[in-house]
């Protein structure tokens, strides 16, 4: 398997969980369904303690945490079992904190400046967030040529029928989607039809 996190799958599942008893079976759920990645957002307050589930329960999948904007938070998803960081945006306070962790991380960025900015710092892998909102796909397209050695996870509005239109580009390695665990789904116990659309999401082009 690669060390890229952009390699692993087309799309990274970005779960927000709001109930602790869904982490270890939304988590199955993606396994069976051909996707053995998982991104749980700081989001709630059960955040971490999923993580720390789904680590111990389903070491079969890839586990990280997103939503990274405190530096003690990068601490706090390490004890918790994360394998991998992801951050909505960057600062270096930030970005030392994540590679202090010694976890594999995707710095966030929007803008061009931000880009370069992390060019600087070292890094060639990156979020693009949010991703819709701040130009879509034809942005990625139109910062490929001067931006080269840059590449993406956007995230942030992406559906499964726009989700190609940004794997096509070559500086894109992956999305982040949110789609494959809708909300009613995680309340209806729907384990099933989340199985389904990670199957479906593995036939994306990557």
């Known amino acids: 398997m690669t060390d890229s996190l952009l390699d692993r799958v087309p799309v990274i599942p970005v779960v927000v969980l709001h109930d602790l008893d869904h982490a270890v079976p939304v988590a199955r759920a993606l396994v069976e369904g051909g996707v053995p990645v998982i991104e749980l ?3 709630t307050p059960v955040a971490l303690d999923a993580i720390e589930a789904i680590a111990t329960h389903v070491p079969e999948i890839l586990v990280g945490a997103g939503t990274i904007v405190a ?3 990068a601490k706090d998803a390490l004890s918790a079992g994360a394998q991998f960081l992801v951050s909505p945006g960057t600062t270096e306070t930030l970005a030392a904190a994540m590679q202090d962790t010694g976890l594999p991380h995707l710095p966030g960025a929007a803008t061009v400046s931000e880009v370069l900015r992390l060019l600087e710092l070292g890094y ?14 034809d942005f990625l397209k139109s910062i490929g040529s001067p931006l ?3 590449r993406f996870c956007p995230t942030g509005g992406i559906t499964a029928s726009s989700a190609a239109s940004y794997l096509s580009l070559p500086n894109v390695g992956c999305v982040g989607g949110s789609w494959l665990t809708p909300a009613d789904a995680l309340l209806d116990h729907d384990w099933d039809r989340i199985v389904r659309i990670a199957t479906e999401a593995t036939y994306l082009p990557s």
């Open 41 to 43: 957002t700081l989001r």
């Open 71 to 73: 530096p003690a938070q």
């Open 124 to 137: 060639s892998e990156m979020k693009f967030f949010p991703a819709e909102a701040s130009g879509g796909a």
């Open 148 to 150: 080269p050695h840059a």
